[in-house]
């Protein structure tokens, strides 16, 4: 299995690559894995790699925003990634409760026709039990008219203390 990552990246997708077995050798000359693509992103491509000269790999790790940078991707950029997996972490401030979703189009079609949502939809239900009660109410409640509102203000808040670190002579 051949495995893509953005570059920089937060190191759990390498490292769940790595405890999997699917990353290959460790190359010291480079610092990186066989195995693994790292897709540059920077600044002169706005943080988004471009994926019509990344190498064809089985699974690309995107996240948005990501880690560490903080750059979110664009609606456009979004929409060239087959599979979103989002969460309420970032938005909402749910770190470590892991509520989130997952869009998988109908469109998605391995090489021989037959649907990944199929697929998907085996793994999730078989693996996976569901979110706690409390957590889905919580996310509901973030979507809710009042919570955006909180999660906007909160994202000022964020933005305020941004400019503030701007403003600093380090």
């Not at 948005?64 to 989002?86: D, F």
Request: proline residues 5%; contains cysteine.
């Amino acid at each position: 299995m051949s495995i893509a990552v953005q570059d920089p990246i937060f190191p759990a997708y390498i490292d769940s690559s790595v405890i999997i077995g699917q990353a290959g050798d460790f190359e010291k000359e480079s610092g990186s894995y066989k195995n693994i693509k790292y897709m540059k992103c920077e600044p002169e491509n706005s943080f988004f790699p471009d994926l019509s000269k990344t190498a064809r790999t089985d699974v690309i790790f995107f996240c948005s925003p990501n880690n560490p940078t903080g750059h979110a991707a664009s609606r456009e950029q979004l929409e060239q990634v087959a599979i979103e997996v989002s969460s309420f972490s970032k938005i909402a401030g749910f770190t470590g409760v892991r509520l989130g979703w997952t869009v998988v189009p109908k469109e998605l079609l391995y090489s021989n026709g037959f649907p990944v949502i199929n697929d998907f939809n085996r793994i999730v239900c078989t693996c996976f039990n569901g979110a706690s009660r409390i957590a889905q109410a919580g996310g509901v409640a973030s979507l809710s008219k009042e919570g955006f509102k909180a999660v906007i203000s909160l994202i000022d808040y964020y933005k305020e203390n941004a400019e503030i670190l701007l403003e600093i002579d380090f």
